[in-house]
């Protein structure tokens, strides 16, 4: 079955960090640039990252500086390190695989994505 899998969402309090896979099966990552997504209650989902097969790497200025997109392509996975986490990043979180990166928006030519995972950062 081809399909990107988002797992390592959770509550956490501010400040706190954590990692965010994106797992393909059915298909290799390898050639595809990866897009990290999310979607606040109430508002649009907007793209915060993206890491192309070359490993160029781009971020929203939101995010810059406190989350770090990579991938391992002997796993079939990529990340999303996100540390120094504040309310605001609260959302459900997406990947989504494509041709290349199109800044850190997003992916071109998105071909899969992934079903989600929460993040909720609380004390």
């Known amino acids: 079955q081809v399909q990107l899998v988002e797992s390592g969402g959770g509550l956490v309090q501010p400040g706190g960090s954590l990692r965010l896979s994106c797992a393909a099966s059915?298909?290799?990552?390898?050639?595809?640039?990866i897009g990290w997504f999310r979607q606040a209650p109430g508002k649009e989902r907007e793209g915060i990252s993206c890491?192309?097969?070359?490993?160029?790497?781009y971020y929203a200025d939101s995010v810059k500086g406190r989350f770090t997109i990579s991938r391992d392509n002997a796993k079939n996975t990529a990340y999303l390190q996100m540390n120094s986490l504040k309310p605001e990043d609260t959302a459900v979180y997406y990947c989504?695989?494509?041709?290349?990166?199109?800044?850190?928006?997003?992916?071109?030519?998105?071909?899969?994505w992934g079903k989600g995972t929460l993040v909720t950062v609380s004390s």
């Open positions: 989504a695989a494509g041709s290349f990166c199109s800044g850190y928006r997003s992916p071109t030519g998105i071909k899969y």
């Open positions: 059915g298909f290799t990552l390898d050639n595809y640039a």
């Open positions: 890491i192309s097969s070359r490993r160029i790497t």
